[in-house]
């Protein structure tokens, strides 16, 4: 297969994308896959969730604290052997430390890789349509290869995503059902030898219902590095 890369974004923080991200990564690491995942922005405690769930050490991209080049050479070099680069954002798409500068979308036009963007269903469904169609064509630098919903209640209300997600012209990729125990708890700060063990069963969790709802060839396909076929 051709090598994958993708950028898990969202429109704010507390959407579910660290949630997807452990599920994602380790969904691709029992099919066999070398997963290079990466963060942006300087947190720590995700890049240790990363490292339980693919058994690779995270690497952070930060545009406010290194150079650009120095970011794009961090992506290639760890990522050099990798089947698929997964880069978690961090906070809303466009949030960054000045406008969207720092942000994951600056990150995800200077890498050139795709945004795979987590979308929040919980108490709503058709409304999303406007939420994609804006930030597919906010800016057009920003290529948004396809959406996973979260927090969905029913595959009725998925049905309803679903059609939003084709009227507003962006690739629906599945999603991930509301349930209290993919929810991370905020008090974990570091990961103590109790916290580790709750870590890999919610990771586990994550990743049977990643690979249950979430359509990971269609995924790798829109995202291989083959992008004048797949975006």
């Known amino acids: 297969m051709n090598p994958s890369e993708l950028l898990i974004a969202a429109a704010s923080s507390n959407t579910g994308k660290t949630t997807f991200t452990m599920g994602l990564l380790r969904a691709l690491r029992d099919r066999g896959l070398q997963v290079q995942p990466y963060k942006c922005g300087p947190d720590y405690i ?12 995270s690497v952070n991209l930060d545009t406010f604290m290194a150079s650009s ?68 064509h906010f800016n057009e630098n920003v290529k948004i290869g396809g959406v996973v ?8 209300h998925f049905q309803f995503l679903k059609e939003a997600c084709q009227d507003a012209g962006v690739e629906c ?17 570091g ?23 979430v359509n990971i060839d269609l995924l790798l396909s829109l995202c291989s590095t083959q992008k004048d076929d797949a975006l």
């Not at 995700?46 to 050490?57: G, P, W």
Request: glycine share 6%.
């Open 46 to 57: 995700d890049t240790m969730y990363h490292k339980l769930a693919s058994n690779h050490t």
């Open 69 to 136: 080049e120095h970011v794009c050479h961090l992506f290639n070099s760890y990522g050099e052997s990798a089947d698929v680069r997964v880069v978690e954002g961090v906070m809303g798409l466009f949030d960054g430390y000045e406008k969207w500068q720092g942000s994951s979308a600056e990150i995800s036009v200077l890498l050139g890789v795709p945004v795979v963007l987590v979308v929040n269903a919980q108490s709503t469904a058709y409304s999303v349509a406007p939420l994609i169609y804006g930030f597919k």
């Open 149 to 156: 919903f979260n927090k969905v209640s029913s595959e009725n």
């Open 173 to 189: 990729l599945g999603y991930m059902k509301r349930n209290s125990l993919l929810e991370i708890p905020s008090r974990h700060l």
């Open 191 to 213: 990961l103590t030898i109790s916290a580790k063990s709750h870590m890999e069963e919610l990771i586990s969790l994550a990743a049977k219902e990643v690979e249950t709802h």
